[in-house]
């Protein structure tokens, strides 16, 4: 299966930049990768993928490294609401296997 | 509304018995996957559905098993209810098919369904 690493938690300020790092070694040369977050119990949601080039939406931005063995994502000024668990991921075999994720909170 | 239906919203049922949770994919979706979210194992894959087809399989139970029908939804079949089986299970679909990746690959998730065995 796909295996990603991740910190279990991190904290970050109100109106401050989080940074959420994610290793993905064994990654593929043709295999994507995709942030999801999960608040609460919720359905996941989708926030960015990319290949090789860092990517930018109304959301987020994605850093790959050149070797594509890891990945940042940058939420450019965290709000309370971006409180959640953030993973992750790529498809392997067919198979998007989510990790255990990064909990983030975003303290006031 | 993240376009994928997912129904009933919640179920309790007792042990031994059997459920069927349903899954409508967003419009122009033709894969389906099956997650399983208990409190202390994280999002587990189930299963991927393309096109009516099983394309990949994850740690799905014998006692579980799915199907995607020619209009596209799907449905998980869970049988021989245990205590553990109590989750939430999400539903989520996507474009393509994800053996050949091509970006197109985003997951949108349902609400979920959750299961309570009593």
């Known amino acids: 299966d796909a295996k990603t690493t991740q910190p279990t938690s991190m904290d970050c300020a109100e109106g401050r930049a989080a940074n959420l790092p994610c290793n993905h070694s064994?990654?593929?040369?043709?295999?994507?990768v995709y942030w999801y977050r999960q608040i609460h119990s919720q359905g996941p949601q989708y926030i960015i993928h990319?290949?090789?080039n860092n990517e930018t939406n109304e959301m987020a931005s994605l850093i790959i490294t050149e070797d594509r063995k890891s990945s940042t994502l940058i939420l450019p000024h965290a709000t309370l609401r971006d409180t959640a668990v953030y993973y992750c991921?790529?498809?392997?075999?067919?198979?998007?296997?989510f990790g255990d994720g990064t909990t983030l909170t975003v303290k006031p | 509304d993240s376009g994928v239906t997912q129904t009933p919203k919640h179920l309790i049922t007792a042990t031994g018995q059997r459920v069927t949770l349903r899954c409508s994919p967003r419009?122009?979706?033709?894969?389906v996957y099956w997650y399983q979210q208990s409190l202390d194992q994280g999002l587990q894959f189930l299963i991927q559905?393309?096109?009516?087809?099983?394309?990949a399989k994850g740690n799905i139970l014998e006692r579980f098993s799915a199907q995607q029908f020619p209009d596209l939804h799907s449905e998980l079949n869970l049988s021989s209810l245990e205590l553990g089986d109590s989750a939430l299970y999400f539903c989520?679909?996507?474009?393509?098919?994800?053996?050949?990746?091509?970006?197109?690959?985003?997951?949108?998730f349902g609400a979920g369904s959750r299961l309570t065995v009593l």
């Open positions: 989520a679909s996507s474009v393509g098919l994800s053996g050949r990746d091509s970006g197109a690959n985003v997951l949108t």
């Open positions: 064994t990654i593929s040369g043709n295999e994507y």
């Open positions: 990319g290949l090789k």
């Open positions: 991921i790529y498809t392997n075999a067919g198979k998007s296997t």
């Open positions: 419009s122009g979706d033709l894969s």
């Open positions: 559905y393309y096109n009516g087809e099983e394309r």
